[in-house]
Structures are given as C-alpha cells and as structure tokens.
C-alpha cells in the first residue's frame, strides 16, 4: 500500500459544497457537476482538439489543464472532472491500442492468456509523468473547487482487453469469467494493480476525490458481479481510501447492483437515469448518491428540464449525502447554455434536508 498522500489541499476546499456531499456533512446547496463536462458538447473543447488524437490530447498536460477548465469557467459547477480516458493508463504501460473516432478503444492483440496478462506491465507513476504535471496545474488554478480523479473499474476495462474493442454482449469476456478463472484472475488482479496506482498518481499531485466507472457493469447479474467482479474493485477502491479522499463509483444500467456497489467501498453511489434515485437510496445503505437526471431532459423546454431537476433534488435529500448529475455523461449535441441553466437552478435551490430517523 502506498504511503498517504502529500498533497496540500487548498484552504477554499474546506467549504466545498461538493467535499461536503461526498462526506455527508450539510451543504449549502446541492453541488452539480457532469460527467463529460469536460468536453464533447463544448465549443471551446472542440477547437483545442482539432487535429489532435484523443489520447494524445490525453498525455499533454498543458491540454489536459485546458480542457479540464472549460467547464469551470463557463458554468461554474462544484467540481472539476480530470480530462483523460479510462484505457489511458493501458496506453501509457505500452499495449498497443487507440481510440478509433466513432468506434471506441481498440486493442491490436486482445488478451487471451496468461501470457498475455503477464505481458502487461504493473504502472508506476514514472508511467504517467504527464499526469502529475497536468493534476498539480489544475490544482494551482482550480483554487477551492475540488478535482475528481477517475480510473476505469476492472470488468470494464478487462472488457476491452478481451474483445479487442466495445462489445453489446460482452461474450468473449464472460467467456474467460466462466471457462478460465486462473486467467481471468490474472488479468483483473492487472488491472486493480493499474487502476489504483493510476487513481494514487492523481491523488498524490492534488485530487480531492475519485471516481471509478464500471461503464459494463450493468450486463452482469448480481452473483455474478459479487463473485467475479467485486473483489477486485474492492482492491482499487481500498487503495483510494487509504488515501483519505471520497469514492464515487459508477456504473451503466446498475440497478441491480447499488447495494453490491457500495459494499464494493464506494462513498458515494453514482445512480444513472433508469433508476429513480428513491428507490437507489434505500438500497445503498448509509452512503450517498450521485445522479441522476436523464441527459436527454437538456434537450428539452428549461422549464420541463428545471421541473425535473427538482424531483431529484427532492429525492436526494432523503440520502446521506447528494451530488446533482446527469444520469450518464454529456451528450454531445447538448446545448451548452442549457446546461449552464440547469447548474444555476440546482446551485440556487433550497436545500432541504431530511433527519436521518427520515431516511431509515
């Protein structure tokens, strides 16, 4: 286990109203941040990233600073997301893979083997340099708004690895889950060693929280998850606690698998939209949640959008604690003034809390 963090946390991250969240201490109001604010929908991202390849946007830092901002600026939310990509860390230990635009990650030789996870090098910070150059940058011009680091959650990225690229049906992985246990082992005792070595390096130069994304996790039933799959993000999520900062985990389609999520180690709950967050509350025991407005309720009229915003408001106040997000990451083709609209409805209104007799 590496030693405690020695960052320097800004004296402002004391009043953060996202920190406090995370915690499940009072706020001042609810905190709103987005997954994929940091870029996609914006002008701004768009124009920094002509003519440069997503991962190698990735490993610049001065462009990592740059685009991890944009959203702090322009909407002013409770905290930063770190810009990068959850197969980043796979990059920088040398497998050979790349973003395709309009496919995903690809991989050139997928992992079958023991040999193959053996090939796979464990990550060092000496890995990522351009990581701590580009999280102690954004920590200097953040100032009291807090930056989340994240890592992609094992099944998820053992996922990539395994069918070379995105999957509907996950076949290939599942397969190795269930007919090579000695390799699928292997491969994901690899990938807690990278994520949480990745989420330290993060850490350690200024992040004052983490989320990990299990993007895939939704197409595994509950034994399955339990047996397979959670012990490992235990391990990541473990490592990034020693470290004394809030965990966030998240995954896609989830419903069945809150409580097992939070008894992973999570903090916090990411929900996505297809779960009322009521119903995530009362399963994810003493923790708190994240989420959950449906991406697509930006497109529609603000006061549609606005009155929807205040069921979930509402419905997060019965939780430990409350992060205002989308149910999953920013569309693309999202209005960006739109989205400014939404983090000033939730930043301004009223908090109400509810005892925690209330919640139990």
């Not at 889950?177 to 993060?202: H, N, R």
Request: proline share 8%; glycine share 10%.
């Amino acid at each position: 286990m590496s030693a405690p963090s020695q960052r320097q946390d800004h004296p402002d991250l004391a009043e953060s109203a996202f920190l406090k969240a995370v915690r499940g201490e009072p706020v001042p109001h609810t905190p709103v941040w987005f997954m994929r604010q940091a870029g996609r929908s914006l002008p701004e991202y768009l124009k920094v990233r002509e003519g440069v390849a997503m991962l190698e946007s990735c490993m610049r830092p001065e462009l990592v600073v740059e685009i991890t901002m944009q959203p702090v600026r322009r909407y002013g939310v409770d905290a930063a997301i770190f810009f990068s990509d959850i197969v980043l860390p796979l990059k920088a230990v040398g497998v050979d893979l790349d973003i395709v635009p309009g496919v995903g990650p690809v991989v050139e030789n997928p992992v079958r083997t023991l040999d193959d996870v053996a090939a796979i090098p464990e990550l060092t910070a000496e890995h990522v340099p351009f990581i701590t150059e580009a999280v102690r940058g954004l920590v200097g011009q953040l100032g009291g708004t807090p930056l989340i680091g994240f890592a992609g959650a094992p099944f998820t990225v053992a996922s990539y690895l395994v069918e070379g690229g995105p999957s509907k049906d996950h076949a290939k992985t599942k397969a190795m889950m269930f007919g090579a246990p000695e390799v699928w082992d292997a491969l994901l005792t690899k990938i807690a060693q990278i994520a949480a070595a990745y989420l330290e390096v993060q850490v350690d130069a200024g992040a004052s929280a983490v989320q990990l994304f299990d993007s895939w996790a939704g197409a595994l039933t509950p034994e399955d998850y339990r047996e397979h799959v959670m012990p490992y993000s235990a391990r990541v999520l473990e490592r990034a606690g020693a470290l004394g900062v809030p965990r966030i985990h998240f995954g896609v389609g989830t419903s069945n698998l809150l409580s097992l999520m939070g008894e992973a180690g999570a903090d916090v709950v990411g929900v996505d939209w297809r779960t009322p967050l009521g119903a995530a509350i009362r399963v994810v025991g003493d923790r708190g949640v994240q989420g959950n407005l449906d991406p697509t309720l930006v497109f529609a009229p603000t006061e549609v959008m606005t009155a929807r915003a205040a069921e979930v408001i509402a419905a997060g106040s019965a939780a430990k604690g409350h992060v205002f997000n989308l149910g999953h990451g920013v569309l693309p083709s999202t209005d960006p003034d739109q989205l400014a609209r939404l983090t000033e409805f939730v930043q301004s209104y009223p908090v109400q809390r509810q005892s925690a007799g209330a919640r139990d």
